[in-house]
């Protein structure tokens, strides 16, 4: 446990450690994971509504405010350890080493021979909720900005930016780090334009593509 760590606190960059591959889809119309599902929308959705008739309930700023905020903190801690990791497989988080250096993780389960594949219906669900939600606190924000609402755009703001940390975070766990991606990128245009140095005709090339392993460390 100890050396474990001790080889993770060496890293100074982002990690990203793939235990697994969120492509492998059970193309099952059925839910695995109901009550999964349903907080995953449920805080999200329940946030948003109080946000949308709360004037109509209450006339205290503070009252829902403090609602919204409950919301919202509940639908952020179930999305980042509950929801992520049940529904699509994807799972990250952060630590400080000995240095006071934050490090980021960004993982995504690993498909073995056996294993429970991704429910196909449950990873749209996530997904959609994740994406409508934070274009739904886009458009609060725009509102409340004409108004010159200046509280509500407090409140607009909280909300944009929980939702948008995990939705930053999994997006990071599916695609995978911006600098293995732009490594990939940066050794495809090159080889590119060394093919094309050489080569009368048009060149075609195929992406080159990094493997990096890596142990997978136990989460704190």
Not at 91 to 102: A, H, I, L, T
Not at 123 to 143: D, E, G, H, P
Request: one cysteine or more.
């Amino acid at each position: 446990m100890a050396d474990g760590n001790s080889s993770i606190m060496k890293e100074s960059d982002d990690v990203t450690l793939n235990f697994g591959e969120e492509e492998e889809l059970d193309q099952q119309k059925r839910l695995k994971h109901p009550v999964a599902v349903f907080f995953h929308i449920f805080f999200r959705a329940g946030a948003l509504l109080t946000y949308f008739l709360c004037e109509f309930f209450s006339s205290s700023f503070i009252t829902n405010f403090i609602v919204i905020i409950l919301l919202l903190c509940m639908d952020f801690w179930t999305v980042k350890n509950v929801t992520g990791r049940l529904l699509v497989g994807l799972r990250w988080w952060n630590y400080v080493d000995d240095k006071g250096e934050s490090h980021w993780v960004f993982e995504s389960r690993k498909g073995t021979p056996g294993s429970r594949k991704i429910s196909a219906i449950e990873s749209r669900i996530f997904w959609l909720a994740m994406v409508v939600s934070q274009i739904l606190w886009v458009v609060f924000f725009i509102t409340a900005l004409f108004r010159l609402n200046f509280k509500w755009m407090m409140v607009v703001g909280v909300g944009f930016g929980m939702n948008g940390a995990n939705f930053y975070g999994y997006v990071r766990c599916k695609l995978g780090s911006k600098k293995k991606i732009s490594s990939v990128a940066r050794n495809f245009l090159t080889a590119q334009f060394i093919r094309s140095m050489f080569t009368a005709g048009p060149a075609t090339t195929k992406p080159t593509e990094e493997t990096t392993e890596s142990s997978q460390p136990q989460q704190p």
